[in-house]
């Protein structure tokens, strides 16, 4: 989502880090491409204003023009502003201590607000919470329905009451179920509008009254731009909000809802929805997508990734078979299917500090399809075939290609890159030297590298 507005930014702080010494005239400039940066990426324009002129007042501060490298200082300054902007340093959700904590989920139709809840339920479930969900939205055809299929998906359990009229009893009635059965969560999922109007909001108004809730969640659709600034503060007026669910972070929108949403709101942004899968839902952390945004990347969120998804025992297994040349394809497969666990490869990448800001990286669209086609290959294979890719010829690749639906090159392709790969990870692993002769000779090419001249 961010990408357009995080080469917009680096191209305007990139001529300042470059300065021994920066002057005023070099702020101002530097903040005129980044206020167009900011509009273009559909930043409200109040937000706007009281953005740059804030980083306008610190990097004309002395502590940064007299800096030994005020350039990497004006860095900080800007990704210590956008953090601000987008929440500070977060908070979690607000918890009972003594009983049944109620969230109530709020936003537009179309917002996504029913999978979030799922997904929200499916977290709080994957930390040991209870939950349940009350089916609020009797709106909406079908409504119903849907979140009994997702929230059971989800693991939750979903409180509905079959041919009732008023959300405000529903809602009432779930609370005082999952009170008495000791669940942990109540989730309350309600009704939204094609645009706001003052039903909506009576509506809401009277189930935050019946329900108590510790947290009222807003649920923004990232793709909508300025009209979710315009959503959010009319839902903060009429019934207050205490946090914001952001869906669709994954889209191509411009990331103008993402910030200006708490700059409006006055609330912070607890979580992000990421994708189609009930497990695409993650806490936003403002810092961590500020360094995103900026191209600093976000190692941390892709440690928890990864100490999520990945298994420590077999990756320690796997490492001791690339260094003995043990690695198979059976093993490639495991492990290409753990790292998809983790998300999209292009969001991965964009995690990694500096790749956002590699022209080659940035460029190159990652086709998800040829990973599954990779996968279709592999298991189209015999067990003995996977174990040993040398035995992949003639009237064998015919039958995977015909199996896996590819071609006889695509299975080619795939045993022979696989061979130099088992090569490469057996000389890395061992202590092989990372020179680039060395590498080409290690997976079959010796000789010096050759260079293309523009």
Do not use: W, Y
Not at 82 to 111: K, Y
Not at 129 to 150: G, K, W
Not at 206 to 226: E, F, N
Request: hydrophobic content about 40%.
């Amino acid at each position: 989502m961010f990408d357009q507005l995080s080469e917009r930014l680096g191209a305007a702080l990139d001529p300042l880090g470059r300065k021994g010494r920066i002057t005023e005239d070099d702020v101002d400039a530097a903040m005129r491409e980044i206020r167009l940066a900011l509009l273009e990426a559909d930043v409200n324009f109040k937000v706007v204003k009281q953005f740059t002129e804030g980083v306008r007042e610190r990097c004309l501060a002395s502590e940064v023009i007299s800096s030994v490298d005020p350039g990497q200082q004006v860095v900080k300054v800007v990704n210590d502003e956008l953090t601000e902007l987008m929440g500070g340093s977060g908070r979690e959700l607000a918890v009972s201590p003594d009983g049944l904590t109620v969230i109530l989920m709020a936003g537009l139709q179309g917002s996504g607000k029913t999978t979030a809840s799922a997904k929200l339920a499916r977290m709080l479930g994957e930390e040991g919470r209870r939950v349940a969900i009350a089916a609020c939205d009797l709106q909406r055809p079908a409504a119903i329905d849907q979140l009994v299929t997702v929230g059971g998906q989800a693991g939750a359990k979903v409180i509905t009451r079959p041919g009732a009229s008023d959300p405000v009893a529903v809602a009432s009635e779930a609370r005082d179920e999952a009170l008495g059965s000791g669940f942990d969560f109540l989730i309350v999922d309600t009704a939204g509008r094609l645009d706001v109007d003052r039903e909506l909001m009576d509506e809401l108004a009277a189930i935050r009254k019946a329900v108590r809730p510790h947290d009222v969640l807003l649920v923004v659709d990232s793709m909508t731009g300025q009209d979710a600034v315009a959503v959010a503060e009319a839902f903060s007026e009429a019934v207050g909000v205490d946090g914001v669910v952001l869906t669709k972070l994954d889209g191509d929108a411009r990331g103008g809802a993402a910030l200006s949403v708490r700059a409006v709101t006055g609330s912070p942004i607890l979580f992000a929805s990421t994708g189609e899968g009930l497990d695409a839902f993650d806490r936003f952390h403002p810092d961590r997508m500020a360094g995103r945004i900026l191209g600093m990347g976000d190692i941390l969120s892709l440690v928890e990734k990864a100490e999520r998804e990945v298994d420590l025992e077999e990756a320690e297994a796997l490492q001791k078979k690339m260094a003995s040349d043990g690695l198979t394809l059976e093993d490639f497969l495991t492990q290409m299917r753990q790292v998809r666990k983790m998300g999209p490869l292009g969001s991965l990448l964009g995690m990694m500090p500096g790749m956002g800001q590699m022209k080659q990286l940035k460029d190159a669209e990652i086709d998800e399809r040829e990973l599954d086609r990779v996968e279709a290959i592999i298991l189209s294979m015999t067990p003995e075939e996977r174990l040993r890719p040398e035995l992949v010829k003639g009237s064998r690749r015919r039958r995977i290609a015909n199996g896996s639906g590819t071609s006889i090159q695509q299975v080619n392709n795939l045993v022979k890159q696989f061979g130099q790969m088992r090569r490469l990870m057996k000389h890395v692993a061992s202590g092989g030297s990372p020179d680039p002769a060395a590498l080409a000779k290690a997976v079959g090419k010796p000789g010096r590298p050759r260079v293309r001249r523009r």
